[in-house]
């Protein structure tokens, strides 16, 4: 008996769990939406709260509900939580910038 509620209890917590956004954040306001990151070698987009941040490049952390951990550059994609494939922003000035597991393609 006690198990069945013990089990029923914890179901619930976790269709509640799985309804609530666990990157609770603030949407930006004005300016502070538009303050673009320095430094960012894959490029710029925007997280799920509305402020820019640096995309991610091979083999750096992506993913996760509405991209909130990150997203990958141009020409990479997001697997296993990593971002896999080549830069293609680092490939158009001739930098080939690969993840481990990928064979670079050039043009």
Same mark, same amino acid.
């Given at each position: 008996?006690? /198990?069945? =509620?013990?089990? @029923?209890? %914890?179901?619930?917590?976790? =269709? *509640?769990?799985?309804? @609530? ?7 930006? &306001? $004005?300016?502070?939406?538009? =303050?673009? !990151? ?7 987009? &925007? +997280? !799920?709260? $509305? &402020?820019?941040?640096?995309?991610? $490049? !091979?083999?750096? &952390? ?6 909130? *951990? ?18 293609? +922003?680092?490939? /158009?000035? $001739?930098?080939?910038?690969?993840? %481990?597991?990928?064979?670079? =393609?050039?043009?």
């Amino acid at each position: 008996m006690y /198990s069945l =509620v013990f089990f @029923l209890t %914890a179901m619930s917590c976790l =269709v *509640l769990a799985s309804s @609530l956004d666990f990157y609770q954040c603030q949407p930006c &306001r $004005g300016e502070e939406c538009n =303050v673009e !990151p320095e430094g960012c070698k894959y490029g710029i987009s &925007r +997280d !799920p709260c $509305g &402020r820019m941040q640096c995309m991610a $490049g !091979p083999g750096q &952390r992506c993913g996760g509900r509405d991209s909130h *951990l990150g997203k990958c550059g141009d020409g990479m994609t997001c697997k296993c939580g990593k971002c896999r494939g080549c830069s293609i +922003d680092m490939l /158009s000035m $001739g930098i080939i910038e690969c993840d %481990a597991n990928t064979a670079p =393609v050039c043009y």
